[in-house]
């Protein structure tokens, strides 16, 4: 046996398999079982029985309780056990071992037999639902299976007549014993009767058979002898019954077979047609019918087929005795009420639930009348009033609308509105009602405003004196002859003038009530009354002004219809509006006319524009006030009429204006009225929402109503509030504010939230027998707005609110709100519940405050079973199937022990029967024929399931067969641009890049990364790349004046799903190409240049939230790219795009600095860094954007932006400045900003911001190194900046500042080397103020090396200070006299580190050292007079300075403070061989260049450097010497003990030199004497080019010795 009720949901198009050719195959299938209806279950029988004890799979327990339900349903013993087999596949929610303990427990069995009885007629409704299904769709050839639909009822048409089957399953039904309850059956659930249960279900199904007969009716009509029976069982059982709805179907099943649509046709135009009427074929069939009609009592129900009858009769009767008769029986309809049934039925809620049956209905009713009104006058059909109210509930139906005013006025139903026009304002309710019910179809608002507004009869009534006075009879009619005016109405409009015809319709002794021919507006007298209403001097509570108001109330709603369906009539009505406004003013708050028209105000100003309606509503004080206690006039009504009284009409009305305004996102920003909304919404929570519960109601339909609407408001302020508060747009701020300082408070924990969760339980109606029908789907409705509410409440509250904490906690029946909300998603009677339900589980499964698996308790393993069941049916509702995905994916994030029962991991990873990736894997190998809804989420559970690494899902997954081929399906199949694509598209997309990202990046495996190469073969890569380019340019959100649709206020999902595959593609191409090395540099560069494409196009439409957050992602991968790519063949065009961009961004009212502008700024360093030092200044300058971008980075920097964007664009300025060189290229751009660069310098030192200090303190350096650009530094008193006592610390253990402080030494060295003289003294005073600060590092050296780099960078300024010798002794004489001692403690602690050292050890503090060294030796250098000037003896002896070296030339003690002396220097000479020795024992190149050497081009090479030093060293020594030797002031035995020792010293040295040069010759070398003994030997070797230097002191040694 198939499921029936799967076959309706899958008629309906809410499941995964939508195929026509599944779904004819289930139709035919089920064609037999359509065809014979509920008769296809049969009753009990020995030959079943006996079958079912036959039967090998059933034994025990369960053959037991089979035959008890069978005994029960009143069914046959095998199809008793098919109905429970398939309850057990579709609908039971447990394990095989929980239902043998359930069949051994006779509680437990019990209710599982009630839960079969509900289950078993589901199905049985289902047979008739599905039916109804296919009759409803018969004529609609837009339905996708309009062909197989008509296919399948001539296919059941063939099998036997259906309507013979729908008349059988009828009279089965209503057969006394249908079913036989025991009282053994009564005793089955406790608190309810078994037999309401089968009542109410029987209802349904009569319901529904009646509502599918009659629809088949409508398209195969009737046979005299089908229609003779279905009137008798009608009017023998149904047109009796005491439910409304069943009475009124079989009235319409009646009425409908008349085919009195054939008399109006034929009636007027050829009457010998009507011989042909199909129920005049036999002469004694019509007889039995006719006996039947004229036998019926003269009651309400019947008599409307009473006056149909005698319609027909009288239609077709040919004598007058046959008139007569036609007219009796008339009489006898209006003596049993006339229409007042149809009126009943039409107006009945239940009927409003199937819009086919009510249109239908609408149809019969408005055919008979149309009939009837062209035979008979409409005074002789009773009760006018009943008549145009009748009238007014067909006119609804926009289709009988527009045919009533193309029908002729003077005959039909069109009669009945002129009547009601001429009998108006005297008898007001006909036409208000009539034009009320018009006003609801749009199509015919027009016609209708221009008929109201040329009424030409005027009905009043008048004293009756007052009439014979004023008027003179004529031969015809009445006419006022008198030449003064008398007015009718509260102003002189309406005013009887001279020579106006009138009619007398009727007196009484005092009064006349006169029809006065008189043209004028419905809209001016509704203007004129609302006058007379402001003027009443009397009481308000006379019967007089409660009756006018009631007729102006009337009015009014027309007005409400006419203003909501028709905008243009707005402006006509603004003169009524106020006068309104002033009539509300003056009404009661407890009289029953009063409240009404203040509810038909209220509803008028809903459809006007809200800033006149609240502004209208504030001004009389209605609502209450913001931020005080005073409720306004609604809570005097709410308080004194509509409670006691248990009508909420005001209150209705106010929920619709409430309704309508904040589903206006232009309301939601409008400061002036948000804060009177909020208020009275607050009102609406404390004093309405929360008293639903308690209060009573006349109609329960009122009470679901509010609460849908109060749920609908709070639904789209929240859905609002999530929408908007990231946002930084101020007119958002006002309105967030009030939110979550007002209302999010009361939804949190006040006893709002408590009336939130007691709605929750109102599902629990569904049990109930005795609730009707379509208050159940209301009920439904409401309960669905709650679940959706509290899940938007979970998503924005605070963690540990209220709210979570209810949710977990048990109340008296041991049941939480979570285990409720969880029984409701595996309940049938309302889908919309089950995924509302399903979603909110979802939600509280994010929350990291509760944990469902102990929330649950023993439900959660029943639970995944059922989820999973409803993951493997083919007939399930397919977003059903998504949210419950939806619900595994949040469960994998924050449910840990949730998650293992859905993935149900059995040993050696191997994916068990109940799993929930079973399923999953069948979806993705069929997601081409799927929904992309239930795809989509397919792959969202699969990343979530990745993305949290839920290991051993993983492996199984991996073990799958073609597991990667088929998920990566998407990746490979493109899409259509040129059409519109669905944001699933994208998502899916996305998805499946994430999964791949992480999988390589975790753990790849060779099936991942051959995906990978495939992808790349397929040009997948630069497809997608294109793809996200091409989209970026179309992203569009909704406007801010397009009212707001509830499921997606302020959303666009195709830009949030763009966002996530921009996001995921930026994941999968680091981890593709830059974490992974891929050696694909030609597809590198294409990506690198679509991404920067990508980002130009996006940063151009930067007013939409989406792009600001995908101009991120592209930023930031675009500065990975060329981080790790930078050979990109095309630098010039990048450099132009990044400058385009930040443009772009710098001029956009967003904040972009992080999200846009600094990746920018970091790509493009990247691509500076990148480019050849030899093409780099030609490749800026060929971008052509240069100029734009120096003054860019400069406004930037200007503008104080935060430390990381100002770091940054100093950062690309200095490479700019240091790349150009010629300062023509920039400096003109940044010269008016550099006094600008200096104070914010000084205020980042101030502030102690050190990486930006150091940022800029670089680009001051690079500046500096420029003539003009130190000039302009000088200008901006740059001396100030460079004295900050900030800039090092107090004490040498203090380092945090040392990169700042090398910097300010940097740039006292470069101004000092360009600016030279100018800038001379500064850098003397520099130095003198940082004098026991160079003192103190120099020190520090003789214990430790931690201050070398310090030491290195003071060395370099005092080299470049000795040039100025004599400023500086000027200047700071103390200073300078301390660098003999400088020299004097230094030379001999290097001397040591380089005889003791092993120079591997530490390379930079060895070339730190020799830098030093090099630094304070070119120092003396410089100090000392040129060597060959005193050698040419050219110096005059009064200019000679004093000696720098004392005359001594023991070994120095290590640590010893005292001026430099002989001793010191060849001790330092012999440390600088014994390094040379060690670092290289070949022969090298003495450099010629001692400057660019301390420049340190050449740093690494610390042999040059040794050997530099021992050359400077052997020229100071020799300088040295002969300027003593000049200046003769040692006598002849010091002069010959200075010789003797020098001489020695330096000869020992050059034997080193000799020694060192001799290991490093090559074979091939001329042979050179090995002694040095002899000067020819000594001479030979020192004439090598490359030791020129030493044969010069080779010759001073011997001339020295001489």
């Known amino acids: 046996m198939d499921c029936m009720q799967s076959l309706y949901c899958v008629l309906n198009g809410n499941t995964a398999t939508r195929e026509e050719g599944s779904i004819i195959s289930a139709l035919k299938n089920s064609r037999s079982r359509l065809h014979q209806g509920i008769l296809h279950f049969k009753p009990p029988s020995e030959k079943a029985r006996s079958q079912l004890d036959d039967q090998k799979s059933v034994r025990g327990i369960k053959l037991e309780f089979v035959k008890k339900a069978s005994v029960l349903l009143n069914l046959d013993e095998l199809q008793s056990l098919q109905v429970f087999q398939l309850y057990l596949a579709e609908e039971y929610k447990d394990t095989p071992t929980s239902l043998n303990n359930t069949l051994q427990n006779i509680k437990t069995q019990q209710v599982l037999l009630i839960q079969l009885l509900k289950f078993y007629f589901a199905e049985r409704l289902a047979c008739i639902q599905c039916l109804f299904y296919l009759l409803s769709h018969l004529k609609n050839e837009d339905h996708p299976l309009h062909e197989a639909v008509k296919l399948e009822i001539e296919s059941m048409n063939n099998i036997g007549d259906v309507r013979k089957s729908l008349t059988n399953q009828i009279k089965s039904i209503l057969q006394p014993g249908y079913f036989n309850v025991t009282v053994e059956d009564e005793n089955l659930m406790s608190g309810h009767s078994i037999k309401s249960i089968f009542a109410s279900e029987l209802l349904k199904e009569l319901t ?32 009796s019954h005491d439910s409304v709805l069943i009475s009124g179907l079989g009235l319409m099943l009646t009425l409908d077979g008349l085919d009195i649509d054939y008399i109006f046709e034929h009636f007027d135009k050829d009457k010998t047609r009507l011989e042909k009427y199909y129920l005049l074929e036999d002469k004694a069939l019509y007889d039995k ?6 036998t019926l009592p003269a009651t309400k129900s019947n008599a409307p087929l009473l006056i149909a009858w005698a319609v027909l009769r009288y239609s077709l009767a040919t004598t007058s005795k046959d008139q007569a008769e036609s007219r009796h029986l008339g009489q006898q309809g209006l003596k049993g009420g006339g229409v007042g049934s149809i009126l009943a039925f039409l107006t009945s809620p239940a009927l409003y639930t199937c819009s086919v049956t009510l249109q239908l209905s609408r149809i019969i009713v408005y055919k008979v009348l149309a009939t009837t009104l062209t035979i008979f006058h409409e005074d002789t059909l009773g009760d006018t009033n009943v008549l145009a109210r009748v009238i007014s509930e067909v006119l609804q139906e926009e289709m009988l609308a527009l045919e009533f005013w193309d029908a002729c006025a003077e005959k039909g139903v069109a009669v009945i509105l002129s009547s009601a026009a001429s009998a108006f304002p005297h008898a007001y309710k006909p036409l208000t009602s009539i034009c009320y019910s018009l006003a609801s179809s749009t199509s015919s608002c027009d016609r209708l405003v221009q008929y109201i507004s040329s009424l030409s009869l005027f009905t009043t009534e008048m004293p009756r004196s007052t009439f014979y006075n004023m008027v003179v009879e004529t031969d015809v009619e009445w006419m006022y002859t008198n030449p003064s005016p008398v007015p009718l109405t509260a102003d002189r409009e309406f005013v009887v003038k001279p020579n106006t015809q009138c009619n007398l319709l009727g007196t009484t002794s005092t009064t006349a009530v006169v029809q006065w021919l008189h043209d004028y507006s419905l809209f001016s007298y509704l203007d004129n009354e609302l006058l007379t209403l402001i003027r009443w001097s009397g009481s308000t509570s006379d019967k007089t002004f409660c009756w006018r108001l009631e007729r102006v109330t009337d009015m009014l709603s027309v007005v409400y219809k006419l203003a909501k369906h028709f905008q243009e009539i707005i402006e006509v009505i603004t003169v009524t509006i106020e006068r309104v406004s002033t009539v509300v003013t003056k009404l009661r ?29 504030n001004n009389i004080s209605f609502i209450p006030k913001f931020d005080t206690s005073f409720g306004g006039v609604y809570a005097n009504i709410l308080n004194y009429y509509e409670r006691p009284n248990t009508q909420f009409p005001v209150t209705v009305a106010l929920l619709k204006l409430l309704k309508r305004c904040f589903g206006i996102k232009q309301f939601l920003l409008d400061n002036e009225h948000i804060n009177m909304s909020i208020s009275v919404l607050l009102f609406v929570l404390q004093d309405v929402f929360c008293g639903l519960q308690k209060w009573r109601f006349d109609d329960p339909l009122v009470k679901l109503k509010m609460s849908k609407s109060i749920l609908v408001v709070i639904k789209s302020v929240l859905t609002y509030y999530s929408k908007i508060k990231e946002d930084t747009n101020d007119n958002n701020q006002y309105t967030m504010s009030l939110i979550e300082e007002q209302l999010l408070p009361a939804l949190y924990s006040g006893s709002a939230h408590v009336t939130l969760l007691n709605m929750v339980s109102w599902c629990n109606v569904m049990d109930n027998p005795n609730v009707e029908y379509y208050l159940q789907k209301k009920v439904c409705s409401v309960v669905s707005h709650t679940l959706t509410i509290l899940s938007l409440i979970i998503k924005l509250s605070p963690s540990l609110s209220g709210l979570e904490h209810a949710l977990v906690a048990c109340g008296a029946d041991n049941m939480n709100i979570t285990s409720l909300i969880a029984s409701y998603t595996y309940q049938s009677y309302s889908s919309k519940v089950s995924l509302h339900a399903t979603r909110l589980l979802t939600d509280i499964a994010t929350t990291d405050t509760v944990s469902l698996y102990s929330a649950l308790g023993s439900t959660t393993v029943p639970l995944s079973l059922v989820f999973v069941n409803r993951l493997t049916s083919r007939s399930q509702n397919v977003y059903i199937k998504s949210s419950i995905l939806d619900f595994i994916s949040a469960a994998v994030e924050a449910q840990p022990s949730v998650t293992e029962l859905f993935m149900n991991i059995e040993k050696d990873n191997v994916i068990g029967e109940s799993s929930c990736l079973q399923p999953v894997l069948d979806y993705i190998k069929r997601a081409k024929n799927l929904p992309l809804v239930l795809v989509c989420s397919v792959y969202r559970l699969l990343y979530k399931v990745w993305h949290f690494r839920h290991t051993a899902a993983i492996t199984a997954l991996k073990k799958t067969k073609d597991f990667w081929e088929v998920l ?4 490979f199949d493109e899409i259509q641009l040129d059409k519109p694509v669905s944001s699933y598209h994208l998502l899916i997309r996305a998805y499946t890049f994430h999964i791949i990202a992480n999988d390589i990046y975790h753990v790849p495996c060779e099936e991942t990364l051959a995906m990978v190469k495939s992808l790349q073969e397929r040009d997948c890569f630069l497809y997608w790349t294109k793809v996200l380019k091409r989209i970026c340019s179309s992203i569009d959100e909704l406007s801010s004046d397009q009212p707001l649709r509830q499921e997606l206020m302020f959303n666009s999902p195709f830009s949030e799903a763009y966002l996530s595959l921009v996001r995921a593609w930026r994941s999968f191409i680091i981890v593709t190409l830059v974490v992974n090395d891929n050696d694909d540099d030609k597809l590198k560069d294409s990506i690198t240049f679509h991404i920067a494409g990508a980002l130009y196009n996006q940063t151009a439409r930067l007013d939409k939230r989406v792009t600001l957050k995908a101009s991120a992602e592209f930023a930031s991968l675009l500065a990975i790219l060329l981080k790790r790519h930078k050979n990109t063949s095309d630098q010039p065009v990048l450099v132009k795009v990044c400058v385009q961009v930040l443009e772009t961004a710098t001029k956009s009212q967003h904040d972009l600095n992080q999200i846009v502008i600094i990746p920018v700024l970091a790509s493009l360093l990247n691509v500076f860094q990148s480019l050849p030092t030899d093409t780099k200044a030609e490749v800026l300058k060929n971008s052509g954007s240069i100029p734009e971008l120096i003054v860019l980075l400069c406004n930037q920097i200007v503008l104080s932006n935060p430390n990381q964007l100002l770091s940054l664009s100093c950062a690309a300025l200095t490479q700019i400045i240091s790349t150009l060189g010629v300062k023509d290229h920039w400096f003109s751009n940044i010269k008016h900003v550099l006094p600008g660069i200096v104070r914010l310098t000084e205020e980042a030192v101030m502030n102690g911001s050190n990486e930006v200090s150091e940022a800029l303190l670089s680009l001051i350096l690079c500046v500096a190194s420029y003539k003009e650009g130190a000039s302009v530094l000088q200008w901006s008193n740059i001396q100030r900046l460079l004295c900050f006592a900030q800039f090092y610390p107090d004490r040498l253990e203090h380092t945090t500042q040392h990169n700042l402080w090398f910097l300010v030494l940097q740039i006292v060295e470069t101004m000092l080397q360009t600016l030279e003289m100018k800038f001379a003294e500064d850098a003397i005073l520099f130095t003198s103020i940082r004098h026991n600060r160079l003192m103190s590092v120099i020190g520090s050296l003789r214990y430790d090396f931690t201050h070398a780099a310090e030491a290195e960078y003071f060395s370099r300024l005092l080299y470049n200070l000795a040039f100025y010798l004599d400023m500086w002794h ?7 006299s301390d660098v003999g001692t400088i020299v004097g403690t230094l030379f001999p602690v290097i001397s040591h580190y380089f005889t003791t050292t092993n120079p591997k050890d530490n390379p930079d503090l060895l070339s730190k050292m020799l830098a030093i060294l090099g630094n304070f030796v070119s120092m003396l250098r410089v100090m000392t007079p040129p060597l060959l000037s005193l050698l040419k003896e050219k110096i005059v002896m009064d200019t000679m300075p004093a000696p720098l070296l004392a005359i001594n030339f023991s070994s120095p003690i290590l640590g010893a403070e005292g001026p430099p002396t002989y001793g010191i220097l060849t001790n ?21 260049k001692p400057d660019s050497l301390l420049k340190g081009n050449d740093n690494n090479n610390a042999k040059n450097k040794a050997i530099y030093c021992i050359e400077n060293l052997l020229y100071v020594l020799m300088s040295q010497s002969q300027l003593v030797l000049h200046l003769g002031s040692l006598d002849q035995a010091e002069l010959h003990h200075f010789k003797r020792e020098l001489a020695t010293e330096l000869k020992t040295l050059l034997e080193g030199v000799h020694r060192h040069y001799r290991r490093g010759l090559h074979s091939t070398s001329p042979r050179i004497d090995r002694t040095i003994s002899t000067s020819s030997s000594m001479g030979n070797m020192f004439e090598h080019h490359s030791l020129a230097f030493f044969k010069l002191g080779y010759y001073f040694v011997n001339t020295l010795v001489q």
């Open 1370 to 1376: 000027l200047k700071a004489a103390h200073c300078l």
């Open 968 to 971: 990566c399906v998407p990746c």
């Open 1468 to 1488: 330092c000479m012999r440390g600088c061989m014994t390094l040379l020795q060690k670092i290289d024992p070949l022969r090298v190149n003495t450099p010629t």
């Open 589 to 617: 708050s407890d009289m029953l006319e009063h409240v009404r028209f203040t509810s038909v105000a209220l509803k008028l100003y809903s459809v006007i524009p809200y800033k006149t309606s609240w502004s209208i509503l």
């Open 289 to 294: 019918l006719n006996s039947l009609y004229c």
């Open 208 to 239: 529904e058979l009646l509502k599918t007969q009659l629809v088949y009716n409508h398209h195969f009509p009737h046979t005299q002898e089908s229609y003779l029976i279905q009137s008798s069982l009608v009017f023998s059982q149904i047109i």
